[in-house]
């Protein structure tokens, strides 16, 4: 299997707090991992590509220091929203790709994604 | 023009009934195609993933592609009320990390 693990499922919390969101490959090592925001009967948004040990890279438009993203092992990965406000209320979610040979071409493995509320 | 086009639905259909679902892409470069059932307030679940023209069947699933037409389906069988969910079809090249998502066709399998 892929199991892919994110936590918490659901934040409910005040503006100018900041949330961290955890995003666990339970039974694979994934060199790369993706978060994304889901708004209410809308596609996928990538936000950001995180790889293990370096930088994630943010997709345009995507505040890296409003959004910061951790990377320190090949089965977790982080999503910090820093000073979070209600425009930030959404659905994220985060995926997982197999670490390994000719690895760019797997599919990804999605986790259960975080419900965030700012109120 | 999207590189991937899907019909949104809502697509209504009885329990039993053969249910295809579709997407067109504009990218040749896209080498692999996935489809991914996503319940309302969960993660999308991967349910077929195939980089070749063809067929692929699992179970109830049967994966198109037509990579001459740029074109791919998936079809379910037997419909059930579970299969109730939002389906996502989703492409990739072997040059990019990224994937690229259709909007989603939200399907409602009646009794």
């Known amino acids: 299997g892929a199991v892919v693990s994110q936590h918490p499922s659901w934040v409910i919390c005040k503006s100018g707090t900041s949330v961290k969101i955890e995003c666990r490959s339970l039974?694979?090592?994934?060199?790369?991992m993706f978060w994304y925001r889901q708004f209410p009967k809308q596609s996928l948004m990538l936000m950001a590509t995180s790889n293990e040990g370096s930088k994630a890279t943010y997709e345009q438009g995507v505040e890296k220091d409003k959004f910061l993203i951790n990377h320190a092992s090949l089965t977790l990965s982080t999503l910090t929203v820093t000073s979070a406000h209600p425009e930030d209320s959404s659905f994220y979610i985060c995926?997982?790709?197999?670490?390994?040979?000719?690895?760019?071409?797997?599919?990804?493995?999605f986790g259960d994604g975080t419900r965030l509320s700012i109120l | 023009q999207k590189e991937v086009e899907q019909d949104p639905g809502p697509l209504s259909v009885p329990e039993g009934a053969i249910v295809s679902l579709n997407c067109t892409y504009s990218n040749s470069a896209f080498q692999y195609f996935m489809w991914y059932r996503q319940y309302s307030r969960k993660g999308p679940e991967l349910l077929m993933y195939?980089?070749?023209?063809g067929n692929k069947e699992d179970g109830r699933f049967t994966a198109q592609v037509d990579k001459s037409s740029k074109y791919i389906s998936l079809f379910i069988r037997d419909s059930q009320p579970s299969d109730s969910a939002t389906y996502l079809c989703a492409m990739g090249g072997y040059n990019t990390d990224k994937l690229i998502f259709g909007t989603g066709t939200r399907l409602q399998v009646f009794p």
């Open positions: 039974d694979f090592q994934a060199t790369t």
């Open positions: 995926s997982a790709r197999r670490s390994g040979a000719g690895n760019s071409n797997q599919p990804q493995h």
């Open positions: 195939t980089y070749s023209s």
